[in-house]
């Protein structure tokens, strides 16, 4: 009967998660520590998430790692931020290949550092043959950003002949966005009790349900993941129709 109920949740899980992961400055701050440890906590937590959505049949998580805005804050913190992309990848990738988890970063590489680029490029390579689950890693990412590239590339091709006016559809465009081989997430959450998007995935979230959760980041567990799924498996989710939903 055990068996029979998780097999349940699984097949209801959302395809497509995303996640603001708010929260680790105040993490730390409450705990009289600096910044960087929240941080550093909040890499534990990512791995902790990434090993419950597999479990969970959450085919698609996507996360928000570093934004282009967080180039404003210390240079201090900008580089912690960096190092804990190399600490991830570099204690979890091999994991990640042999659970068949598919790293994929979007984001803009300009102004990346030498080594982050080839260690973004070894971790999607090294897992680019891996189709059970699929981990999207937002790094220096803006949704307004990447619509704005997006836009420049469709008015290149335009320009080059290669596309016409008229075939810049809604489905057009958003094959020029980073995520174009990736569907709309389903569900997103952000930790830490704050009520905004901060700029992510303003064109994917159309019409994907938010949670709002008041645990900080470095808390958040396969509990917390599995509530915010039990609060979208009770809302009925509409499409801009009155009484519909999308198949």
Known sequence: MAQTASTAAVAQAPRHIAIIMDGNGRWARMRSRPRTFGHSEGVEALRRTVEAAGELGVRYLTVFGFSTEN???????????????????????????????????????????????????????????????????????????????????IAEDAAAGKLAPSEVTVE??????????VPPPDLLIRTSGELR???????????????????????????????????????????????????
């Open 197 to 247: 998007l901060s700029n992510f995935m303003l064109w994917q979230a159309a019409y994907t349900e938010l949670v709002f959760v008041d645990v900080l980041w470095p808390d958040f567990d396969k509990a917390a993941l599995q509530s915010a799924i039990d609060t979208y498996r009770r809302r009925e989710r509409r499409f801009g129709g009155a009484d519909t939903e999308q198949p």
């Open 172 to 181: 057009r465009f958003g094959s020029y966005l980073d995520t174009a081989d």
């Open 71 to 153: 180039w404003r804050r210390p240079v201090e913190e900008v580089n912690a931020l960096f190092d804990l992309l190399r600490l991830y990848v570099a204690r979890d990738l091999d994991r990640l290949v042999k659970e068949g988890v598919r790293v994929h970063v979007i984001g803009a590489r300009e102004g990346l550092q030498p080594d982050l680029l080839r260690i973004i490029d070894d971790a999607e390579t090294r897992t680019g043959h891996n189709d059970k689950q699929h981990l999207i890693i937002a790094f220096n990412y803006g949704g307004q950003d990447e619509i704005a590239r997006a836009a420049r590339r």
